[in-house]
């Protein structure tokens, strides 16, 4: 800043102009005083944010359909060593007994011995073809005709097999082993000589004596005379029992192994337990942001905050409230299963009620893991085995409540099924013959399936009955590549092959025929078929009105159109049978639903979070949540405050701009008239000296 201290006067115009200005730079600094406050609690708010956020995180795990932490199970098997195994949700509780009689392996075969690994090896092609896979052709020329270089040329050429040499009491062998187990997966190979006259040995593979037989794994189920006794290629055997995956590590020789499935309730105590921490955290935090302390008359950054007052009041109304549509005997309140607010609203988990109810015991009642999740989650009670309730969401009321005499009951929705979901079932035109041979000639098949075409689809050579025919074409198409995620049932009916999609819905689809063996399956190439939604509405009773709400069918799932006042989103399955249902009728279910404490948490905090907009006829309108608006708020005050700090700036520099120019007109003024003063001295000096002469 310029300076023009007494250059003239000797007056310190600095320091007047300063104290001149003091005033302005006063209301600057508490401006920036007050900006610092807000941009303090802003950043303590964006704290609670994130707590927030940290206990929606928590409630997934209580929420989600079909994975939350009560349906989670555990499973043992009596002897690891014999047979380790995992479990999903849709595994069912209970006790499976099983033996291992034999083990799956992968096909090894061997060639006759070579004095070293890089002796020579007769030219030709040799085609290695692994199971239903390609055949894959290695040229073996003078590039690589030794036992290594044709170790490495096979497994450059294929992924289906792996190609090594063997020590063989100081001789030298080529293994060729398979990359899967199972008998599907043998190794079949052929050798073609360039050159009758070729001294060095072709590499000649003893099929007939391998290293290795291919065999499938062979499990027994139970030990009674009914027992069941199943084969499959791999050592993992996901089909067995649905929901369980085992990996097979050795056979158990007559050992009966048992395998346990059941709750995972260690899973749903934790998840429990996490939660009440994470609602703990935004309570703690948000009691520590609104301290006062009359002593030192000291305030928390956000203390008196009417947002952060209102949150924590509606989270705690939430967790206090009764959980209504819940099955009759069941816990309606987090208290029952000992879930209660302890000292400084934090909650706590008392007594062994949770764990109690995880068992099944509930006071003098019994009831089901699903009642206690009910508690927590979003719930459906059917009267129909064949209508389940599958989802929600915050758009969807749940089921009304009508007062019956004294007491309350839930008003269930009405499910209308006026037709059930149907699978693409493709009929063959012709009868099969009671015996059909399959060769080189007749063994390819295009199709559809679900809309995705296959590629390279064959049938394995041999004769097979109508039933084995029916199989063999199955267990090409659910295991062609390009079919990955389709599958399809094959039976016989009336001498017909049929083909039925597994799923349901207009996606279910079979057709687009066409390849070699359509004729000796029944085929013409114009057959095809494709499946059908099911259909419905949901219908309920509200204040004396019998009100019709629109469902979308997708498959076997019935879903309320988001349009819907009161079901929007409601999900169902629906599992009847075109036959079930009455021509020109339907077959009605009467489904109760309920919202959890936890997905109304979710909810709630979901509208804290809201952040949107609207269109109206005078322009775009923000939508904001309790956060979200006091974020904005924030922000906005900071924004103004630096606005108003910006003003006084400008205000302030124009004033002492005009102050420093004032002063230095006077510094100019008085520097002009000690001019004049001076020569005024000077002439007067002058006068007396001509006056003494």
Same mark, same amino acid.
């Given at each position: 800043?310029?300076?023009?201290?007494?250059?003239?006067?000797?007056?310190?115009?600095?320091?007047?102009?300063?104290?001149?200005?003091?005033?302005?730079?006063?209301?600057?600094?508490?401006?920036?005083?007050?900006?610092?406050?807000?941009?303090?609690?802003?950043?303590?708010?964006?704290?609670?944010?994130?707590?927030?956020?940290?206990?929606?995180?928590?409630?997934?795990?209580?929420?989600?359909?079909?994975?939350?932490?009560?349906?989670?199970?555990?499973?043992?098997?009596?002897?690891?060593?014999?047979?380790?195994?995992?479990?999903?949700?849709?595994?069912?509780?209970?006790?499976?007994?099983?033996?291992?009689?034999?083990?799956?392996?992968?096909?090894?075969?061997?060639?006759?011995?070579?004095?070293?690994?890089?002796?020579?090896?007769?030219?030709?092609?040799?085609?290695?073809?692994?199971?239903?896979?390609?055949?894959?052709?290695?040229?073996?020329?003078?590039?690589?005709?030794?036992?290594? !270089?044709? #170790?490495?040329? =096979?497994? *450059?050429?294929?992924?289906? /097999?792996? @190609?090594?040499?063997?020590? $063989? &009491?100081?001789?030298?062998?080529?293994?060729?082993?398979?990359?899967?187990?199972?008998?599907?997966?043998?190794?079949?190979?052929?050798?073609?000589?360039?050159?009758?006259?070729?001294?060095?040995?072709?590499?000649?593979?003893?099929?007939?004596?391998?290293?290795?037989?291919?065999?499938?794994?062979?499990?027994?189920?139970?030990?009674?005379?009914?027992?069941?006794?199943?084969?499959?290629?791999?050592?993992?055997?996901?089909?067995?029992?649905?929901?369980?995956?085992?990996?097979?590590?050795?056979?158990?020789? !007559?050992? #009966?192994?048992? =395998?346990? *499935?059941?709750?995972?309730? /260690?899973? @749903?105590?934790?998840?429990? $337990? &996490?939660?009440?921490?994470?609602?703990?955290?935004?309570?703690?935090?948000?009691?520590?942001?609104?301290?006062?302390?009359?002593?030192?008359?000291?305030?928390?950054?956000?203390?008196?905050?009417?947002?952060?007052?209102?949150?924590?009041?509606?989270?705690?109304?939430?967790?206090?409230?009764?959980?209504?549509?819940?099955?009759?005997?069941?816990?309606?309140?987090?208290?029952?299963?000992?879930?209660?607010?302890?000292?400084?609203?934090?909650?706590?988990?008392?007594?062994?009620?949770?764990?109690?109810?995880?068992?099944?015991?509930?006071?003098?009642?019994?009831?089901?893991?699903?009642?206690? @999740?009910?508690?927590?989650?979003?719930?459906?009670?059917?009267?129909?085995?064949?209508?389940?309730?599958?989802?929600?969401?915050?758009?969807?009321?749940?089921?009304?409540?009508?007062?019956?005499?004294?007491?309350?009951?839930?008003?269930?929705?009405?499910?209308?099924?006026?037709?059930?979901?149907?699978?693409?079932?493709?009929?063959?035109?012709?009868?099969?013959?009671?015996?059909?041979?399959?060769?080189?000639?007749?063994?390819?098949?295009?199709?559809?399936?679900?809309?995705?075409?296959?590629?390279?689809?064959?049938?394995?050579?041999?004769?097979?009955?109508?039933?084995?025919?029916?199989?063999?074409?199955?267990?090409?198409?659910?295991?062609?590549?390009?079919?990955?995620?389709?599958?399809?049932?094959?039976?016989?009916?009336?001498?017909?092959?049929?083909?039925?999609?597994?799923?349901?819905?207009?996606?279910?689809?079979?057709?687009?025929?066409?390849?070699?063996?359509?004729?000796?399956?029944?085929?013409?190439?114009?057959?095809?078929?494709?499946?059908?939604?099911?259909?419905?509405?949901?219908?309920?009773?509200?204040?004396?009105?019998?009100?019709?709400?629109?469902?979308?069918?997708?498959?076997?799932?019935?879903?309320?159109?988001?349009?819907?006042?009161?079901?929007?989103?409601?999900?169902?399955?629906?599992?009847?049978?075109?036959?079930?249902?009455?021509?020109?009728?339907?077959?009605?279910?009467?489904?109760?639903?309920?919202?959890?404490?936890?997905?109304?948490?979710?909810?709630?905090?979901?509208?804290?979070?809201?952040?949107?907009?609207?269109?109206?006829?005078?322009?775009?309108?923000?939508?904001?949540?309790?956060?979200?608006?006091?974020?904005?708020?924030?922000?906005?005050?900071?924004?103004?405050?630096?606005?108003?700090?910006?003003?006084?700036?400008?205000?302030?520099?124009?004033?002492?701009?005009?102050?420093?120019?004032?002063?230095?007109?006077?510094?100019?003024?008085?520097?002009?008239?000690?001019?004049?003063?001076?020569?005024?001295?000077?002439?007067?000096?002058?006068?007396?000296?001509?006056?003494?002469?």
């Amino acid at each position: 800043m310029p300076s023009i201290d007494g250059l003239a006067t000797g007056i310190d115009t600095t320091s007047i102009i300063n104290s001149l200005l003091s005033v302005q730079q006063r209301q600057i600094d508490t401006l920036n005083e007050q900006k610092q406050q807000i941009v303090a609690q802003k950043t303590a708010f964006g704290g609670l944010e994130g707590r927030l956020v940290a206990l929606q995180a928590t409630l997934r795990d209580l929420t989600r359909p079909d994975t939350n932490a009560f349906q989670r199970k555990m499973i043992t098997s009596s002897d690891e060593t014999a047979v380790t195994a995992t479990v999903s949700s849709d595994a069912a509780s209970g006790l499976y007994s099983l033996q291992v009689n034999s083990l799956a392996r992968n096909h090894q075969i061997a060639t006759q011995t070579y004095e070293a690994t890089d002796s020579q090896v007769a030219r030709g092609d040799l085609s290695i073809k692994v199971g239903d896979n390609d055949a894959v052709t290695v040229s073996i020329s003078t590039a690589n005709n030794t036992l290594e !270089g044709l #170790v490495n040329a =096979i497994n *450059v050429a294929t992924k289906d /097999a792996t @190609a090594s040499i063997v020590n $063989d &009491n100081g001789s030298y062998r080529l293994l060729l082993s398979s990359n899967q187990t199972g008998v599907d997966n043998a190794i079949d190979v052929n050798f073609t000589l360039a050159d009758a006259g070729e001294a060095a040995l072709a590499a000649t593979f003893d099929t007939g004596n391998p290293v290795q037989a291919a065999e499938d794994a062979e499990i027994q189920v139970g030990t009674g005379t009914g027992a069941i006794i199943t084969h499959t290629a791999s050592n993992q055997v996901d089909d067995l029992f649905t929901g369980v995956t085992m990996d097979l590590h050795k056979a158990t020789d !007559g050992e #009966v192994i048992q =395998i346990s *499935v059941s709750h995972d309730r /260690a899973a @749903a105590r934790e998840a429990i $337990d &996490n939660f009440v921490e994470a609602y703990n955290g935004v309570v703690e935090f948000a009691a520590e942001q609104n301290k006062f302390d009359p002593n030192s008359q000291t305030a928390s950054t956000l203390f008196g905050n009417r947002t952060l007052l209102n949150v924590t009041s509606k989270l705690a109304s939430t967790v206090m409230q009764a959980v209504n549509g819940v099955a009759d005997g069941a816990p309606r309140l987090l208290a029952q299963l000992g879930i209660r607010f302890g000292a400084n609203n934090r909650l706590e988990v008392r007594g062994s009620a949770f764990d109690d109810a995880m068992n099944g015991k509930f006071g003098d009642k019994t009831i089901s893991t699903a009642d206690v @999740a009910a508690l927590f989650g979003y719930s459906g009670r059917s009267d129909n085995e064949y209508v389940r309730f599958i989802g929600a969401s915050e758009k969807t009321q749940m089921s009304p409540q009508r007062r019956i005499d004294d007491a309350v009951v839930d008003v269930p929705y009405r499910v209308e099924v006026t037709h059930a979901a149907e699978q693409a079932k493709l009929v063959a035109t012709n009868a099969l013959a009671s015996s059909t041979v399959i060769d080189q000639n007749n063994n390819t098949l295009e199709i559809s399936v679900d809309d995705k075409n296959s590629v390279g689809l064959k049938l394995r050579a041999g004769t097979y009955t109508q039933e084995e025919l029916a199989d063999e074409l199955e267990f090409q198409i659910n295991n062609n590549k390009d079919l990955a995620g389709r599958q399809v049932r094959v039976a016989v009916a009336d001498q017909k092959l049929t083909i039925t999609s597994v799923t349901y819905g207009i996606s279910s689809e079979v057709g687009e025929l066409g390849g070699t063996a359509l004729t000796d399956l029944g085929l013409t190439g114009t057959e095809s078929d494709r499946g059908e939604n099911v259909a419905g509405r949901f219908v309920f009773e509200i204040d004396g009105r019998t009100i019709e709400e629109d469902a979308n069918g997708q498959g076997r799932v019935l879903a309320g159109s988001g349009k819907n006042q009161y079901t929007a989103e409601l999900k169902v399955q629906i599992t009847l049978t075109p036959d079930q249902i009455p021509p020109g009728g339907s077959v009605d279910a009467n489904l109760t639903v309920s919202r959890g404490v936890a997905e109304s948490l979710n909810d709630l905090i979901d509208s804290f979070m809201l952040e949107s907009s609207e269109d109206t006829k005078y322009g775009t309108r923000d939508i904001l949540g309790l956060v979200k608006s006091a974020n904005k708020e924030f922000t906005q005050r900071i924004e103004s405050v630096d606005a108003s700090i910006e003003r006084l700036n400008a205000r302030f520099e124009a004033q002492r701009t005009s102050l420093l120019a004032q002063f230095t007109g006077l510094e100019s003024q008085v520097s002009d008239l000690q001019g004049i003063g001076s020569l005024l001295s000077a002439q007067l000096v002058n006068l007396s000296s001509f006056r003494t002469n």
